[in-house]
Nanobody, 126 residues
């Protein structure tokens, strides 16, 4: 199994920035990609894809809604992935989850991610 611990959420005003971190432990050799998803209030069970990074090579992919504002990066030595969020908007308010995938390819389907963190709340005030 892989354990994920997220940190860095909080309350910020619109236009501000936050950086989320997600540290992986356990069977980290099984990780071929890590991604960030979010679940907004009143969104039901659906988690929205935000960004993903392929562990080998570092290719990154973003949802259109965050492209140009968010940056995903990784530290392989620390088995940690980061999400730098700039120019935050009230509609970015959500619980943010990191997740690992055994697949070394881009995917925005949550079912292709195997392990999930507990989530960290990001609230953007207008």
């Amino acid at each position: 199994q892989v354990q994920l611990v997220e940190s860095g959420g909080g309350l910020v005003q619109a236009g501000g920035s936050l950086r989320l971190s997600c540290a992986a432990s356990g069977r980290t050799f099984s990780i071929n990609a890590m991604g960030w998803f979010r679940q907004a209030p009143d969104s039901g069970e659906e988690r929205e894809f935000v960004a993903t990074i392929i562990w080998s090579g570092g290719s990154t992919y973003y949802a259109d809604s965050v492209k140009g504002r968010f940056t995903i990066s990784r530290d392989n030595a620390k088995n940690t992935v980061y999400l730098q969020m700039n120019s935050l908007k009230p509609e970015d308010t959500a619980v943010y989850y990191c997740a690992t995938s055994r697949y070394g390819r881009y995917s925005y389907y949550s079912y292709e991610y195997d392990y999930w963190g507990q989530g960290t709340q990001v609230t953007v005030s207008s």
